[in-house]
Structure formats: structure tokens, C-alpha cells
Antibody, heavy 119, light 112 residues
Framework: QVQLVQSGAEVKKPGASVKVSCKVS????????MHWVRQAPGKGLEWMGG????????IYAQKFQGRVTMTEDTSTDTAYMELSSLRSEDTAVYYC????????????WGQGTMVTVSS | QSVLTQPPSVSGAPGQRVTISCTGS?????????VHWYQQLPGTAPKLLIY???NRPSGVPDRFSGSKSGTSASLAITGLQAEDEADYYC????????????FGGGTKLTVL
């Protein structure tokens, strides 16, 4: 069965960067279109960006453009999300997620990675 | 402030039927984009509940159903059970600068 396993919790200082990983098992990364969604404490889900298979490009939400980079290592079936210039408002659980079937809904999710930004 | 508007909370007694609305605009639901629904239990990752407006993934009980009309979509839950108490989110595409993928603000379902 397909699984997305994310890296562990991180604590960062304001201004620093964080890189979260998401390892795929049961599928290959090239069979998926990985996206990243975050959830601040007590708040809703927020789409950050992801791979668009129609364009063959990674698309970022305007809010994060210039501060987020999403990459993939197909040799290890691992996706990465790096967020820079961290501020306290970036404190959140970060999820990787992907469609798997013949639709574009996110039917597989990682377990989430808590990123805390605090001085 | 999400471009997809959901009620912050709904409630119902066991066995009852509840609906959760997701109101959009001509740049998202009204443009014909599909709506998906997710259930998030406390402390867990979201789970896909409905995709493509009204389709249930394998394993999702038929107590859950989705519909779409115009610029809105709805999730209906019949035969409410205690285990249904969770947060529910709609998701669609948006052609404005908010997108392209957008989530609703979420609805907390309380089973009385």
C-alpha cells in the first residue's frame, strides 16, 4: 500500500529556513503529483503548492512565491519542501499529499510535520 | 479568508442528517471545477471523503454524499454517528490569484 512518511518535528528561529521531507513507499514518486498543505494551530488547511502534471511544472500559491521551493529526488522517491525567511506565522503542521486515482483530489497524505518558529 | 465559505460549525444528534455547505464564486465552483471533501479527526491528517463533487472513495460509508449546484456544493451526512465528530473541508480550483487549489475554512461537526 502507498505511504507518505514525513520527517520529524522542527524548531527554527525567525529568519531561518526549514526543509521537510516526504518519502514515498508502495509507489514511485514519478507516479504521484506531490503537493504541500499546511495547517496553523487551530486553523484550517492551506494549499502551498504542488506539481501540475499537465504543465509538468511545480506551481506555488502566490502567498508563498519567492519563499518556498518544492523539489523531488526520484532516486530515493523523496519529495522536499523548503520554506525560507521563517516567521512566527509559519508555525504549523506541514503535510505532503497527492492524488492517486483518476481524479485530482488528495487521497494520500503524509502524517504531518510540526514546524515551530520561535525565538 | 478563504474564497470557499463554509459554516464554522454544525451539529446534530445521533441518527440525524446534517449538511455542510461550501459557497464559492464564478472563479471556482461556478466555473465548473470539481469539489472535493475531506474529513479531519483530531490530531490526524485529513482523509478524502468525496471527490469529483459526488464520488466516494472505496471504504467511505454511503452515509456520506456530495452534491454541487451553481456556485455552491454540499456534503450531507445521514445516520449521524459519534465517530463523525470531526472537521470537514471542501476543496476546489480557483482561477484567481488565490489558487489554483483552494480549501474552504472548515466546519466543525459536533454530534450532540
Amino acid at each position: 500500500q502507498v505511504q507518505l512518511v514525513q520527517s520529524g518535528a522542527e524548531v527554527k528561529k525567525p529568519g531561518a529556513s526549514v526543509k521537510v521531507s516526504c518519502k514515498v513507499s508502495g509507489y514511485t514518486l514519478t507516479e504521484l503529483s506531490m503537493h504541500w498543505v499546511r495547517q496553523a494551530p487551530g486553523k484550517g488547511l492551506e494549499w502551498m503548492g504542488g506539481f501540475d502534471p499537465e504543465d509538468g511544472e511545480t506551481i506555488y500559491a502566490q502567498k508563498f512565491q519567492g519563499r518556498v521551493t518544492m523539489t523531488e529526488d526520484t532516486s530515493t522517491d523523496t519529495a522536499y519542501m523548503e520554506l525560507s525567511s521563517l516567521r512566527s506565522e509559519d508555525t504549523a503542521v506541514y503535510y505532503c499529499a497527492s492524488p492517486r486515482g483518476d481524479h485530482d483530489a488528495f487521497d494520500i497524505w503524509g502524517q504531518g510535520t510540526m514546524v515551530t518558529v520561535s525565538s | 479568508q478563504s474564497v470557499l465559505t463554509q459554516p464554522p460549525s454544525v451539529s446534530g444528534a445521533p441518527g440525524q442528517r446534517v449538511t455542510i455547505s461550501c459557497t464559492g464564486s464564478s472563479s471556482n465552483i461556478g466555473a465548473g471545477y470539481d469539489v472535493h471533501w475531506y474529513q479531519q479527526l483530531p490530531g490526524t491528517a485529513p482523509k478524502l471523503l468525496i471527490y469529483g463533487n459526488s464520488n466516494r472513495p472505496s471504504g467511505v460509508p454511503d452515509r456520506f454524499s456530495g452534491s454541487k449546484s451553481g456556485t455552491s456544493a454540499s456534503l450531507a451526512i445521514t445516520g449521524l454517528q459519534a465517530e463523525d465528530e470531526a472537521d470537514y473541508y471542501c476543496q476546489s480550483y480557483d482561477s484567481s490569484l488565490s489558487g489554483p487549489r483552494v480549501f474552504g475554512g472548515g466546519t466543525k461537526l459536533t454530534v450532540l
